[in-house]
Nanobody, 120 residues
Framework: VQLQASGGGLVQPGGSLRLSCAASGSIFRINGMDWYRQAPGKQRELVAAETSGGVTNYADSVKGRFTISRDNLKNTVSLQMNSLKPEDTAVYYC???????????????WGQGTLVTVSS
């Protein structure tokens, strides 16, 4: 199983970016799919999460600015980021809580991270 994240880059304050993450490989079922971020010198933190049933959860710092969305048929998750601030600068990671077969338990897999830099 692999998670491939993309869409990071340099953006000015107030701008927008859309991150995407695709899970591939032997996948039986995906439960939650999340986005985390880690800024330099800080711990990794949860940014947004969405369950397989569409329930979402956001960090207070991004509520109203970021939107997570999933395509359960394509095993993808996206993060639309609007009104970006310099403090949003971080490496963003996607993850998925999934099982590879009906006989496997759930396990969390991580993508490789994509850098988002918000700067003028």
């Amino acid at each position: 199983v692999q998670l491939q994240a993309s869409g990071g880059g340099l953006v000015q304050p107030g701008g927008s970016l859309r991150l995407s993450c695709a899970a591939s490989g032997s996948i039986f079922r995906i439960n939650g799919m999340d986005w985390y971020r880690q800024a330099p010198g800080k711990q990794r933190e949860l940014v947004a999460a969405e369950t397989s049933g569409g329930v979402t959860n956001y960090a207070d710092s991004v509520k109203g600015r970021f939107t997570i969305s999933r395509d359960n048929l394509k095993n993808t998750v996206s993060l639309q980021m609007n009104s970006l601030k310099p403090e949003d600068t971080a490496v963003y990671y996607c993850n998925a809580d999934l099982r590879r077969s009906i006989s496997d338990g759930y396990r969390v897999y991580w993508g490789q991270g994509t850098l988002v830099t918000v700067s003028s």
